[in-house]
């Protein structure tokens, strides 16, 4: 380390490293979040730079073309050294992009043995391998640009990258400040010779560490070792301040890390540029209407080829469930939940993840209940995807933990209210509308009995308008009582997302946190 560091004294251009990229790679909320990031903040004029593995997306010609992908003159290539002793090659390039007029570096293998493993589609397909190759990828990738004023890091897989993008900036002077972002929290834990110099290729060397209280000067090795080769833990000691989506789940955080990081912490929510102005235009272009009736015709062409289940009457109203298959999701919860709700449709959009068993689990539920529900695992456009969202009485996510919840966010900024178990960001979310006014209902997680009579209850406020068949009585003496009730939960829901959930607002966040961040590594720079 040199004997003074400089830091930054503002924040003006900003790497932001990720696994996922919204639209190029998407499995979950990760892909449009760090999307949402890099848009908000381009949008109060900082220079953004988005890097990542490529997946193989520069092999197909369609994302080359859509998002104008050219290579650069990079490469490194070397050997890495196993425990057991052998050298294992690897040779790596990159390929730059645009999306929404926003940079992004794209890191691809440049040999066979490599590409089979940091090419393949899936974005956590040989995910620690990809990891530890992208560390070395980017670290060697540092020496063509200008120095960032800011590193972001997005959830485990980016760890070691921010981490040796951290110590490469060091031995050059510049005290970068590392933003963590932990999305869903978890990751893997491994010996120290797979972040070492022989596999991933952090340095040895002793670094300043923010303590909150103080900066320690510790060896990465050491500090490894203290973690237990946690690899998000590690990122959470090593980064200058830590961000999650929701003060539930920072909470959730202190409770697993300890409370210690409140000092290092903070809050920015995801935001959606969704809008019903968009939606409805849409609709009326492509069938003249957007009557509820509408939603039918669009699963008839998006959803049922290749589809799961049935719908039998097009006469009941739709629930919609959109999410990945996995039980943290609970699709299984929705499903079962219409044997509390007679009168509901399900629609399940589905991300499979490779969960067989689990997925398995819901086919089984779903043939029992052949005839109200319908799965696809297929892509449904984005456009038609929003106007199913907009024509649904309600979109249910019946989640058993949730970090945030983009999906409920999305929802209500086209009007539509949402189901939600109380857990994690969701409860600050979905305001419950038995609290006097509202935009949804919370339920108890794990509770189909519950989550049943809150779809069948807002399936008669928001479709139908059968009051007399609401289940909850203060819903029914609400809806009684304000014939406009199912306009006011949509008003309130739009004015909800407008308040505290577009980019605006979400640039707002990231740029607080930024500049603790920026702080903590002024402090670095001085103790040095």
Not at 262 to 289: F, H, M, P, Q, R
Not at 497 to 514: G, H, I, M, N
Request: charged share 25%.
């Amino acid at each position: 380390m040199p004997a003074r560091l400089v830091a930054p004294r503002s924040i003006r251009r900003v790497w932001i490293l990720t696994f996922e990229l919204s639209p190029i790679v998407k499995v979950g909320g990760l892909g449009e979040a760090v999307r949402s990031f890099a848009r908000s903040l381009a949008s109060e004029g900082l220079d953004v730079t988005v890097m990542m593995p490529s997946h193989g997306r520069h092999l197909d010609l369609g994302v080359r073309n859509r998002y104008g992908l050219r290579p650069l003159d990079f490469m490194i290539c070397g050997e890495r050294r196993g425990l057991d002793g052998k050298g294992y090659g690897y040779c790596l390039g990159a390929e730059e992009g645009q999306v929404d007029n926003i940079r992004v570096i794209m890191f691809k293998g440049l040999d066979y043995v490599t590409g089979s493993v940091f090419d393949s589609w899936h974005p956590y397909s040989y995910v620690e391998e990809k990891a530890a190759m992208l560390t070395r990828a980017i670290k060697a990738f540092s020496w063509n640009e200008v120095p960032p004023d800011l590193v972001h890091v997005n959830d485990w897989h980016t760890v070691l990258a921010g981490v040796a993008l951290r110590d490469e900036f060091e031995k050059r002077g510049f005290a970068i400040p590392v933003l963590f972002t932990i999305h869903l929290s978890g990751s893997p834990s491994f010996p120290w010779h797979y972040a070492s110099p022989n596999w991933a290729g952090l340095d040895e060397d002793p670094h300043l560490v923010w303590r909150v209280w103080r900066h320690e000067l510790v060896l990465n090795k050491a500090l490894w070792d203290s973690v237990g080769g946690n690899v998000e833990l590690f990122g959470v000691h090593s980064a200058d301040a830590v961000q999650t989506v929701s003060y539930s789940y920072l909470e959730e955080l202190k409770g697993k890390y300890g409370t210690w990081i409140a000092g290092k912490s903070c809050v920015a929510y995801n935001s959606t540029d969704w809008s019903i102005d968009e939606v409805d235009a849409w609709l009326k272009s492509n069938y003249g209407s957007i009557n509820r009736e509408v939603a039918y015709e669009i699963i008839e062409r998006y959803v049922r080829p290749g589809s799961m289940g049935s719908v039998d009457s097009t006469d009941r109203p739709l629930v919609l469930f959109a999410g990945r298959l996995t039980s943290q999701k609970g699709a299984d919860l929705a499903v079962r939940a219409l044997d509390h709700a007679p009168s509901v449709n399900l629609v399940l959009l589905g991300i499979p993840v490779g969960d067989y068993g689990y997925e398995q689990y819901l086919r089984s539920l779903i043939s029992e209940r052949n005839g109200r529900v319908i799965m696809t695992t297929n892509r449904v456009p984005d456009m038609a995807y929003r106007a199913l969202v907009r024509l649904s009485s309600a979109v249910v996510v019946p989640s058993r933990w949730e970090p945030f919840g983009l999906v409920a966010v999305e929802s209500l900024a086209v009007g539509t209210p949402v189901i939600a178990t109380s857990v994690g960001g969701l409860r600050e979310i979905v305001t419950d509308l038995r609290s006097g006014h509202g935009d949804g209902l919370l339920t108890r997680p794990e509770d189909p009995v519950e989550l049943g009579n809150a779809m069948e209850s807002l399936a008669h406020i928001m479709w139908d308008h059968d009051i007399s068949k609401v289940p909850i009585p203060e819903l029914r003496t609400m809806a009684k009582e304000n014939p406009t009730l199912d306009s006011d939960i949509s008003s309130f829901a739009m004015s909800r997302v407008e308040r505290d959930f577009r980019p605006s607002s979400t640039a707002k966040q990231l740029l607080k946190c930024y500049e603790l961040a920026r702080t903590m590594a002024y402090y670095r720079a001085i103790s040095s």
